[in-house]
């Protein structure tokens, strides 16, 4: 689990094998269900995570008691740093499995001392918000500007498979519109 760790992190901005090692210390590993809500909104939470496998997405709840997927994370990934989803450690969103689900964690505030330390594990750390900033924009690029049908297109060339993997519900919720929108969509493409 640890080289899936290691390969992510060179994904993203090669480091060193040093720089993992102090990085390797903090790992700790779960695992969740499908359906388990493992951070809730406005409550603490103090770690960054990698997703080792699995699916996962970070939402709200409108005051009508409906999902609103914000993002959504894949196997091999990262989820939203902690500094842009939990302002004074609390959670700003829900996160919850859409499938099985296995993460690695570290201490956010441990690893923030890694960073200070180390220039490499520093760099890192700053590619991923850099990479973060960069996809919260293309998604609002994409809702200001795509129709639903572009944006659906743009969804399978970002997510292939995950259409078969997680429910409708939520691809339609992270793309903005109806699952009945989303569904006719389908049958337009296929045709």
């Known amino acids: ?3 899936k760790v290691k390969n992510i992190i060179n994904g993203i901005f090669p480091i060193s094998e040093k720089s993992f090692q102090e990085i390797e210390t903090l790992l ?3 695992t969740f269900e499908n359906g388990e809500i493992f951070i809730q909104r406005n409550k603490r939470n103090e770690k ?16 009508d008691g409906d999902d609103i997927t914000i993002s959504l994370f894949t196997e091999n990934s990262i989820l939203s740093p902690h500094q842009t989803r939990t302002p004074n450690n609390i959670s700003n969103l829900y996160f919850k499995a859409l499938t099985n689900l296995e993460l690695a964690w570290m201490n956010a505030k441990e690893f923030e001392n890694l960073m200070i330390e180390n220039i490499e594990i520093r760099n890192f750390a700053n590619t991923v918000l850099q990479n973060e900033l960069i996809s919260k924009v293309d998604k609002e690029i994409g809702l200001a500007s795509l129709t639903a049908k572009e ?3 743009e969804f399978r060339n970002k997510y292939r498979l995950l259409e078969n993997l997680i429910p409708h519900t939520d691809i339609a919720s992270y793309l903005g519109i109806t699952n009945i929108s ?3 969509l389908r049958k337009d493409l296929m045709s």
């Open 28 to 30: 700790e590993f779960e």
């Open 182 to 184: 989303l569904s006719r």
């Open 1 to 3: 689990m640890k080289k």
């Open 151 to 153: 944006r659906l297109i």
């Open 48 to 63: 960054e995570y990698f997703i080792l496998s699995g699916v996962c997405k970070s939402y709200l709840v409108n005051p």
